[in-house]
Structure formats: C-alpha cells, structure tokens
C-alpha cells in the first residue's frame, strides 16, 4: 500500500478538491500552512530543558515524528523549511 500525499489530491491548476467536488483550497495554500506549522513544531523541538521528565520526552519525540509526516506528506523541501 503507498501513502498519498498532498500532490495526489490536487489537480493540474494547483487546485485541491473536496469530496464533493467543491475548490476546497488552493494547493500552495495549504503547504504554506504547513511550513508555518512546521516551523512552529521546529522551535518547540529545538531543546529538551533540563528539568524534562519521561512525558515531555516522550511528546518531544512524538512532536518530531509529527514533523516528519508533515513535510512527507506536503512534499516540503529542506530548502522551504529553513529560516530566514
């Protein structure tokens, strides 16, 4: 089984659809979205305090596979998450 990702849901104008039928949202649109939430992931992920305890371990991890499905499945670039 292969996973989609966003490219596999919009059309060739860049435009993703709903169920429906419907423009939902335009496709750099959304990835947009999902570099900012990206790089809000990123700075929450950048140092694990001292005082951290197994729980915030734990999310810490989660958070970073998170980030990583995000930019799998947006098909982001490591030059459109870098910091400018």
């Known amino acids: 089984m292969t996973l989609k990702t966003l490219k596999d849901f919009s059309n060739l104008d860049g435009v993703i659809f709903d169920e429906s039928g419907t423009k939902a949202i335009e496709y750099y649109e959304l990835r947009q979205e999902a ?18 305890d197994n729980n915030d371990i734990l999310n810490h991890i989660l958070l970073m596979g998170r980030m990583e499905e995000i930019k799998e499945f947006y098909n982001l670039t490591d030059e459109e998450l870098k910091w400018h």
């Open 35 to 52: 570099i900012k939430r990206y790089k809000l992931f990123s700075k929450k992920t950048m140092i694990i305090p001292p005082e951290a």
